[in-house]
């Protein structure tokens, strides 16, 4: 059988000088082929930090991580495979849109010309705001083209940290479009909120974490029909 898109295995971080609060502890779940996986749950439950975990960005104490059977740290060969967003990266302002993709697209050593990555941006929805100087977007355009940035080449995984964070109820459901547009392609997105209005809509699985510890996991509808309890924290919008 080919590997799962994700396996997060007994998975635990603590960061220096937090004594021994962790702010992920022995954390299992896994994700299929073609899944939404919203990851859930208040301030402080330790989301971030799975995500940068799954980026990459840091390294947990315990555990292992595989993406596509790689364990994440092997890093290059997964890595193509992979689209992240976390909190917007910095673009030049002066620059459009589409010129800023074009210049990071590059600068990860593939073609130019790719159906894929035509297809991303007409997935993001950005429209003839591409042909803009960024300097001219709002908070929401920017982070949608850093969604885009992510799905540029169409990853067979997509991880979004919290890509609502920050935007209006319009931008949201824009965001939430977005999100479903991708996958309807098939491919396997993973996104985390505080928002159970957000996730219950787009996503197909849940995790439910909370102080760093998972509470729940399984599809949509069976967590959302276990009861409030689980949500205590969580913002139902
Ligand atoms: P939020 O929605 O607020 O981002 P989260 O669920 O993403 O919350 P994390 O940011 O992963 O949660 O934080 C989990 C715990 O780890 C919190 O108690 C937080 O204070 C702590 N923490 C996060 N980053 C650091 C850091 N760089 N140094 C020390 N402690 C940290």
């Not at 971030?48 to 292992?64: C, F, N, Q, Y």
């Not at 940035?149 to 824009?174: C, K, S, V, Y």
């Amino acid at each position: 059988p080919s590997p799962l898109p994700l396996e997060i295995i007994g998975v635990s971080k603590r960061y220096h000088g937090s004594a021994d609060r962790y702010a992920v502890r022995d954390l299992s779940f896994h994700v299929g082929p073609g899944r939404v996986l919203g990851l859930l749950g208040p301030n402080g439950a330790g989301k971030t930090t799975t995500m940068r975990m799954l980026m990459g960005l840091i390294r947990p104490d315990e555990g292992e991580i595989r993406i596509f059977g790689q364990p994440v740290a092997a890093g290059a060969p997964v890595l193509s495979r992979v689209g992240a967003f976390v909190e917007g990266p910095g673009f030049l302002p002066h620059l459009t849109g589409r010129a800023n993709l074009d210049l990071y697209w590059r600068a990860t050593g593939r073609p130019a010309q790719d159906a894929h990555v035509a297809e991303a941006l007409e997935i993001a929805g950005l429209g003839e705001a591409l042909d803009r100087a960024v300097r001219t977007y709002s908070q929401g355009m920017r982070q949608r083209l850093a969604i885009a940035q992510a799905m540029l080449g169409l990853p067979d995984l997509l991880i979004l940290d919290e890509p609502t964070n920050g935007l209006d109820p319009p931008q949201i459901r824009e965001m939430r479009t977005v999100v479903a547009r991708y996958a309807a392609t098939g491919r396997t997105v993973i996104v985390s909120s505080h928002l159970l209005s957000e996730v219950e809509q787009s996503c197909t699985h849940l995790v439910v974490m909370d102080k760093g510890q998972l509470i729940a996991a399984g599809p949509v509808d069976e967590i959302v029909g276990s009861g409030d309890t689980l949500f205590v924290g969580v913002t139902r919008i």
